[in-house]
């Protein structure tokens, strides 16, 4: 069965093979990867969710998921794979493990942070209870044999809007300060991460005391990190957080890749302000484009897209239009964070050591190369700071952040940036 395109359409269109649109969560397991084990779990994981077991199709007019019937495979390898090719059975999601790491791989358009969690959810309870032989309590987790409601199917962005948002704080649609053109380190082909560890209970306790959250207060670590850099500037730093549109849907389990931003602006006025004041703001910012209105004024814009894109000849038309928007869009932006929010991994986290996250959204041929990805696990927040630089000049400085407001934190480790690739759809 071949499925018309909505929500993915707008990713779809706009992937490229410099830009793939994927994402790669790693596992770190306290024991050695069991390849049965993690076999036999991937299958039980797979009966539970048929709508992640897709494959690209495409004629003349039109790009399409379809079913993919072939096994998913799972792979012996630390390298990610190409979503899409032989090599994974045509699936645009992938399961491989090395060592004592669990990899999934996966393409943006199939789904998002909060799509996939779930199903990491389920993959773990199954591979922990085999691997330690043991009855892991089920609870909240989704089994192979439960019914699949029909709310993770369908797609709550492709539904008319029944009353007409009303969206009283527009998001910043001006340029942004770039660090691509003023940024004072050489752009590189290579995406470099660097892994930090903060101790959460300390960093909660900060964040309360301070009126922020997580997301807002690495954002403002961050924007006042690149304005300790570029005092003078252009334009001011604006930092696009990734926001759940699950919620204003009100579609709690729907597996689409249901992702939107807010845009956060740190400008001349907000540098003369307190800390607590600055991070006050942030969080407002977020609070007021967080709102259910302002995130359906962007589903009701997304509906309009859609309806430009099918309108237009042919494919190429439709790749051309997207890639122009997205470069459009990214030119608002400094920097990107992404957190989707604290990981319940149920009774199998006292396995796991470490959980990481990592997009290939930070790249040269964007206007944001710099991207942090946050993650909290186990009594800790992974801080992953992804950027394509010469130099560490701005993670320094976002360290040293986290050292004058006395937040405890290891820099765990620093490599190239692994993530998947997607197979050329435009060859």
């Not at 948002?165 to 001006?174: E, G, I, L, S």
């Not at 484009?289 to 494919?315: C, F, G, M, R, T």
């Not at 940036?417 to 050329?424: A, N, R, S, V």
Request: glycine share 4%; net charge negative; proline share 6%.
């Amino acid at each position: 069965m071949k499925y018309k395109l909505f929500t993915e359409k707008r990713t779809v269109y706009e992937t490229t093979l410099d830009n793939p649109h994927t994402f790669r969560v790693t596992i770190k397991m306290k024991d050695m990867v069991d390849n049965f084990s993690l076999m036999e779990a991937t299958k039980l994981t797979m009966k539970r969710y048929p709508y992640f077991a897709v494959q690209i199709e495409q004629d003349e007019d039109d790009i399409y998921f379809a079913d993919n019937p072939r096994p998913m495979l799972v792979l012996n390898q630390d390298s990610p794979v190409t979503l899409g090719s032989d090599e994974v059975n045509g699936h645009l999601l992938s399961i491989s493990w090395w060592k004592n790491k669990i990899h999934i791989d996966v393409y943006h358009a199939l789904t998002d942070g909060g799509g996939i969690y779930p199903l990491i959810k389920t993959l773990l309870y199954y591979y922990c209870s085999d691997y330690y032989d043991l009855e892991l309590s089920s609870e909240g987790i989704r089994l192979s044999d439960d019914p699949v409601d029909p709310l993770e199917w369908e797609d709550p962005a492709k539904k008319p809007l029944e009353e007409e948002p009303f969206a009283p704080v527009p998001k910043w649609t001006k340029p942004g300060f770039q660090l691509k053109d003023g940024g004072l380190a050489k752009l590189t082909d290579e995406c470099i991460v660097y892994n930090i560890r903060i101790h959460e209970k300390e960093f909660m306790r900060f964040n309360l005391s301070n009126d922020g959250s997580p997301g807002t207060i690495i954002a403002l670590f961050l924007a006042r990190a690149i304005e300790k850099i570029h005092p003078v500037k252009p334009d001011p730093i604006v930092i696009a957080m990734c926001v759940n549109q699950r919620k204003a849907l009100g579609a709690p389990l729907a597996h689409h890749s249901l992702v939107g931003d807010v845009r956060l602006v740190y400008n001349d006025r907000m540098k003369g302000l307190e800390f607590m004041d600055q991070a006050t703001s942030f969080r407002g910012m977020v609070a007021l484009q967080s709102d259910p209105d302002i995130v359906l004024e962007e589903i009701k814009e997304y509906q309009e897209i859609i309806a430009d894109l099918d309108a237009l000849p042919d494919k190429v038309a439709r790749h051309k239009y997207c890639v122009d928007r997205m470069n459009q869009l990214t030119s608002y932006f400094t920097a990107t964070i992404s957190y989707v929010g604290k990981t319940d991994m149920g009774d199998a986290e006292h396995y796991i050591q470490e959980f990481h996250v990592l997009p290939s959204t930070a790249l040269p041929s964007s206007a944001t190369p710099l991207t942090l990805e946050l993650s909290a696990m186990n009594g800790s927040f992974y801080v992953n700071f992804m950027q394509y630089f010469e130099d560490d000049s701005y993670l320094k400085a976002f360290i040293e952040e986290l050292r004058i407001n006395n937040i405890d934190y290891d820099v765990l480790y620093q490599e190239e940036t692994k993530y998947p690739q997607l197979i050329d759809l435009w060859k």
